[in-house]
């Protein structure tokens, strides 16, 4: 299907994952991963998940669990790492904040901030020459590309390309930034 993990990704990712054999045997970590790929990759909500993945609770909940432990940065870090990528770029994106989330306040770990769109969150990332992502971070909106440039660029190998990011301007020329 779409969204499953070939034979090959789940191989590579399967070592990753948390192994608890005590207790309550545990559901088929292949299909919920599935599962919460599906609803990241299309955007519905998690109540929507068909039901050939499980219960969308099993889905969920494994994912806020490994999230806390921080598990999705081990597995990103460690396929990160693999990448043997001889020409890389770096890029940001902006995120508006969803309505839900604006409560500045209570969500002060969770890299929003006040720019001139509203609160926003910044997406940057090393990217290999396909634009696959090799490595990322987050920011407040409001936050400057250049304050996470080094922490991105501080893993780039030794003969690697980096190349910069050129950027459209208004009259369709282009520019870099």
């Not at 088929?28 to 998690?46: E, H, K, M, Q, Y």
């Not at 990103?76 to 790492?81: C, E, I």
């Not at 304050?147 to 003969?159: F, I, M, Q, Y």
Request: with cysteine; charged share 20%.
């Amino acid at each position: 299907m779409r969204y499953e993990l070939a034979d090959y990704e789940w191989l590579a990712i399967k070592p990753m994952l948390p192994n608890k054999p005590r207790g309550v045997p545990r559901v088929n970590d292949r299909r919920v991963l599935n599962g919460i790929f599906w609803v990241l990759r299309s955007g519905a909500p998690w109540r929507d998940l068909p039901d050939h993945f499980g219960p969308y609770t099993t889905c969920y909940n494994r994912f806020v669990r490994w999230r806390r432990a921080g598990v999705w940065g081990r597995i990103v870090d460690a396929l990160a790492a693999t990448h043997d990528a001889a020409v890389q770029m770096i890029d940001t994106s902006i995120v508006r904040v969803h309505q839900h989330g604006a409560c500045i306040t209570r969500n002060q770990r969770q890299s929003m901030g006040r720019s001139r769109g509203g609160l926003t969150s910044k997406i940057h990332a090393v990217v290999d020459s396909n634009g696959l992502p090799v490595r990322l971070a987050l920011s407040p909106g409001e936050a400057h590309d250049v304050r996470l440039a080094g922490k991105l660029l501080s893993r780039l190998k030794v003969g690697s390309m980096l190349l910069p990011t050129v950027a459209m301007t208004p009259t369709g020329s282009e520019s870099l930034p």
